[in-house]
């Protein structure tokens, strides 16, 4: 099993972070602070090295520090060998991103998907069960092309192939019926694609996921999670085509993968109409949890894990059965945010190994020392 260690971080000018220099231990990190003092920041900076972009903003230009022009995160990480990885972002305003791996820039920013794996626990993922199909489809694209290039590839591919079908369908004189077929072709083979490798996955992680819920709950509730594509058990290039004519009075294309819906259930019933928030809160964590847990055996390699105000929401007996997960050997390094100390103290009884707590405020970070 590969474990890939994140032993330093360098940031300049990312969020409200205008300085930070620190070293990480190799096992549990934890930022305490006030709300809004810069502990999500840190975590989305971490979170950047391993995708290309923040978690919380797509928009780079905007993740610059106010009234600077440029931001910096560099990543000094260890291999289980001990051979150094360095991976440096760098941004300024109005050009292009640098993603470079050992000073070396990938022609490609999707190559770089994968080389560190990571998962990452916020309050942002209540959008998965509030939120439109498109937050449930991007948590399966997450995790599946984190071990699976050719899924990424066929994603890419099938979107390319859309946007090109999507300006023909837009377009206000007649267009040559081989046109459409080429890019339909194009989007019905990657979709097809796409689509069994999201089955695939689903079929594989439900046992998973109902683990680690039933341990965090305690057996109190059953979850489960279903499935629902155009792609499946039909012809997606039929599919495509037969939407043709009303794709076109739209403008845009109605049927394909990109309408894809995880169905998040507890019991037989969608979670979003039934669930208290502890038992949103329960099933989102255990989600993640379980994502970790497949990556860790698909992938052949520990990501990392990243708890942004991971006991929100949760009554007493939830917190200390994730206190037990989180404490136990079955995860890598982990970095966990909290405004409450005794949370995280509660975590470092329990645990025997290294570890490192920072105290955030209005973005510095400082390393506390134990008491």
């Known amino acids: ?13 990312y969020k409200n972070l205008e300085q930070v220099e620190l070293n990480f231990s190799a096992k549990l990190n934890c930022f305490f602070g006030q709300n809004g003092m810069g502990k999500t920041n840190l975590l989305d900076a971490i979170y950047f090295l391993s995708f290309c972009k923040s978690a919380a903003n797509p928009v780079d230009s905007q993740n610059i520090r106010h009234e600077q022009d440029f931001f910096v995160i560099q990543g000094f ?44 626990v916020s309050p942002a993922d209540a959008d998965l069960i509030a939120g439109g199909s498109e937050e449930r489809r991007r948590f399966m694209d997450v995790v599946i092309s984190q071990y699976d290039k050719d899924y990424l590839e066929n994603l890419i ?97 109605l049927k394909g993968i990109h309408k894809d819906e995880l169905n998040m259930l507890l019991g037989d019933f969608p979670i979003k109409r039934e669930g208290s928030q502890g038992q949103n809160k329960t099933y989102l964590v255990a989600l993640k949890l379980a994502q970790f847990d497949f ?36 995860f890598g390094q982990i970095f966990i945010t909290d405004t409450n100390r005794e949370h995280l ?27």
């Open 1 to 13: 099993m590969l474990l890939m260690i994140l032993k330093r971080i360098s940031i300049l000018n």
């Open 77 to 120: 990480y260890e291999a289980e060998d001990g051979s150094p990885e360095e991976v440096y972002c760098g941004m300024k305003k109005r050009s292009k991103k640098q993603f470079k791996r050992n000073k070396k820039e990938y022609s490609r920013l999707s190559d770089h998907i994968g080389f560190v794996p990571l998962v990452m």
């Open 157 to 253: 591919r099938y979107n390319k192939a859309m946007a090109q079908r999507n300006t023909l369908l837009k377009s206000e004189f007649p267009v040559e019926e081989e046109l459409f077929l080429i890019w339909e072709e194009a989007m019905a083979t990657a979709g097809e694609m796409v689509c069994r490798k999201r089955e695939q996955f689903i079929r594989d992680f439900i046992p998973i996921f109902q683990t680690f819920y039933s341990f965090i709950s305690q057996d109190k509730e059953k979850v489960g999670l279903s499935y629902d594509s155009h792609a499946s058990g039909n012809s997606l290039l039929e599919v495509i085509k037969e939407s043709r004519v009303k794709d076109q009075i739209m403008g845009y294309s």
């Open 295 to 330: 990556l860790k055996r698909t992938g052949g390699s520990v990501p990392l894990l990243l708890l942004d105000d991971i006991f929100d929401k949760l009554d007493a007996s939830r917190v200390e059965q994730i206190v037990k997960l989180v404490s136990g050997d079955s």
């Open 345 to 371: 103290d509660q975590i470092l009884l329990n645990l025997e190994s290294d570890h490192s707590m920072f105290l955030v405020e209005k973005g510095e970070v400082q390393l506390m020392k134990e008491n």
